[in-house]
């Protein structure tokens, strides 16, 4: 049966679907019982499950004698890297049926690359609607790495990797993943020890077996030789990795993205961002940076490489690994799941009720100082063009705060970070981690009114309001804000949907450790508020969750009363005004899991975040000691020796803070 002829099935409605499900993925072992009901809910399905490579074998011969035309795998890396395999060595391409990825493992590398994002259960939902109403397939192609060496069964994967990548993944193997961490947070832990091992690697010990470089002789499809020990190289038949990394910028039209970083490059750290975005073409050979396209590449090495994960051991540089590119093969894509985090993404407002967002349009249309006024045209000058809004937050929201007394709170959304700055190295450090937090203070009629900025992209605020772990955005914008100016409707509607997002994610994520019975809205905010306190290192108390509270108790009733259709099961609204959560023991041990982990996150990113505004906020030090002491009653000694290093300092008030119990 020809691919066109499974296509014409599929388009008629009429195609025969089986799947594999590896119970023992990450994201799998999460959501068991939902993705079986959604996988048994699909009419004629044959559905495998399978968990060890005997297993996968066995699966896919009987799907494959089954004669289907379309083959769902649900499972991770690792699992698809065995049954790429398997099919490889079984059929010809031309005789495979196609292939849909449901991400359902601790990492998911390819299906994230096809633009399939989503809890497993939701795509298998949207994949039986689509069945039952078919249309022209959205489909996608990619070639699949070869890798073959004398002595061994040929490897078929979609990316290699050497030296601290794979050391990376072998750690990841054993001590992070047998404690049930997927998903962003594996990646980010993954990438944070490897930048470990690059630090105790070039500065504490080079003997390092542990994190030791990789000694490699590649030769490529042009006959170019080159020999050298590398901090790591990657060999891809993706377009990106995870966490949308883009390692590689080659412009040849071959298959297969080369990149490789030389064990004595120059200024790494400098070169970390350009090398993970996609930026990577103002990076020079010269200076041990070097990626390409290539068709075909020879590798001579004595050491471990992995595969999709899987761990591999070249035998010698005898016989050398022979890596290429098979014919691609044919990926149905969902046109529903797919997103791509380099363009601009409506989020979908049919999830969310129309009362909630006409409630945050309402909050952002409340009447604010004309004090104001000169400030927004300040930053309407600064960043022209590229500006898409402004917006108020914070203390000075409440009009018994003087814009004389304190520094008004703003973020300035824009369309573009290159276009915004004409220093890249704001742009690359906003595109790196976001946003960049400025000064800006301008005389007004006698007075000098101060703002505190944070530069921010839409496309990063609407995904930081729905998609991130971390609360920095949605526990800010899930309070009452006001829109001081916005390019056009398009660009307010966007932020409103945003906005709206961050009160669902506020609420759920807060609402499911709070324990099962009644309780009101203040203490509902009270203890949502003390959640992200603690998430950061915030001087904040429980007396100023509590203010902010019950100063804002009404805004907070009717955004809760209206975001409480999406938080069925969780909170029932009562008559009399309160609600009864519904959480169960295991629902909570799980929440506070989750946010035991985005304290550990926050303490690294808080730290990030102040060693970044050191750089872009004038008189960061001095802010910061008033800061700490107006929320604590602190104060902190700003000496002329820390004030020439403020990281240093930053550093030091943290630890001390940390020690007194002042910050969390």
Excluded at 78 to 93: K, R, V
Excluded at 648 to 664: C, D, E, I, P, T
Aim: aromatic share 10%; with cysteine; glycine share 6%.
């Amino acid at each position: 049966m020809t691919l066109q002829s499974r296509i014409d099935r599929i388009t008629a409605g009429t195609a025969k679907v089986g799947c594999l499900l590896n119970p023992m993925g990450g994201q799998v072992r999460k959501r068991t019982l939902a993705i079986r009901q959604a996988l048994q809910a699909i009419p004629g399905i044959l559905l495998c499950e399978a968990s060890d490579a005997s297993g996968f074998k066995t699966a896919i011969n009987q799907l494959i004698r089954a004669k289907i035309d379309l083959l769902v795998i649900v499972a991770g890396d690792g699992t698809t890297h065995a049954i790429f395999g398997h099919l490889f060595t079984s059929l010809a391409p031309k005789q495979w049926p196609l292939i849909m990825i449901v991400p359902g493992g601790t990492t998911n590398m390819t299906p994230l690359d096809l633009g399939v994002r989503g809890k497993p259960e939701k795509i298998i939902r949207q994949l039986h609607h689509y069945l039952l109403e078919p249309t022209v397939p959205k489909l996608a192609q990619r070639p699949v790495l070869r890798i073959e060496q004398t002595g061994t069964s040929p490897i078929y994967g979609m990316f290699f990797a050497a030296g601290l990548v794979a050391r990376g993944v072998k750690f990841s193997r054993s001590s992070v993943k047998q404690i049930g961490i997927t998903g962003s947070i594996f990646t980010f832990l993954i990438m944070l020890r490897s930048l470990v091992g690059i630090i105790t690697g070039m500065i504490l010990s080079r003997q390092q077996k542990e994190w030791m470089p990789v000694k490699m002789t590649m030769t490529e499809a042009n006959g170019r030789i080159r020999q050298g020990t590398y901090l790591f190289a990657l060999v891809s038949a993706l377009d990106c990795l995870l966490l949308n990394i883009r390692p590689y910028w080659g412009k040849e039209a071959e298959p297969l993205h080369v990149t490789w970083v030389d064990q004595q490059c120059k200024r790494l750290w400098r070169s970390l961002w350009p090398l993970l975005s996609g930026g990577g073409k103002v990076l020079q050979e010269k200076d041990g940076y070097y990626s390409h396209n290539t068709s075909a590449l020879t590798v001579h090495m004595n050491d471990e490489y992995i595969v999709d994960g899987e761990l591999y051991q070249s035998i010698n540089t005898q016989n050398p690994l022979r890596i290429t590119a098979t014919n691609p093969i044919t990926f149905l894509v969902l046109k529903d799941t797919t997103s791509t985090m380099i363009s601009s993404i409506p989020l979908p407002t049919q999830q969310l009720p129309i009362r909630l967002i006409s409630e945050v349009a309402w909050e952002n249309n409340k009447e604010t100082s004309p004090d104001l006024v000169p400030l927004i045209d300040s930053l309407m000058m600064r960043f022209g063009e590229s500006l898409d809004a402004v917006m108020l937050y914070g203390s000075c929201l409440h009009s018994a705060v003087s814009l004389d007394e304190g520094i008004v709170d703003l973020y300035v959304i824009v369309n573009s970070y290159y276009q915004a700055y004409p220093e890249r190295y704001l742009a690359n450090l906003n595109t790196w981690l976001a946003p960049n937090v400025f000064y800006l203070e301008i005389p007004y009629q006698e007075r000098i009114l101060r703002a505190k900025y944070a530069v921010i992209s839409t496309k990063d605020f609407e995904r930081g309001a729905q998609f991130w772990f971390h609360p920095y955005i949605w526990a800010r914008f899930a309070q009452p804000s006001r829109m001081l100016y916005f390019r056009d409707d398009a660009v307010r509607e966007r932020l409103y949907v945003a906005q709206a997002h961050a009160v669902i994610n506020f609420l759920k994520s807060g609402v499911v450790t709070i324990d099962a019975g009644i309780i009101n809205v203040e203490e509902i905010w009270t203890r949502c508020l003390m959640l992200t306190y603690a998430a950061e290192l915030r001087a904040e108390r429980e007396t100023r969750a509590r203010h902010l509270a019950q100063t804002n108790l009404d805004a907070f009733a009717r955004l809760t009363d209206v975001a409480s259709p999406i938080l069925e099961g969780i909170l029932e609204k009562q008559e009399n005004g309160k609600y009864r959560c519904l959480t169960t023991p295991e629902m909570q041990r799980r929440a506070l899991w989750r946010w035991r982990l985005r304290r550990w996150q926050g303490k690294i990113l808080s730290i990030l975040r102040l060693s970044k505004a050191t750089l872009t906020f004038s008189n960061s030090v001095d802010y910061a000691a008033w800061k700490i002491e107006r929320h604590t009653g602190v104060r902190v000694e700003v000496t002329p020796k820390l004030r020439r290093h403020p990281i240093l300092w930053g550093l030091k008030v943290a630890w001390q803070l940390l020690r007194r119990g002042v910050v969390r």
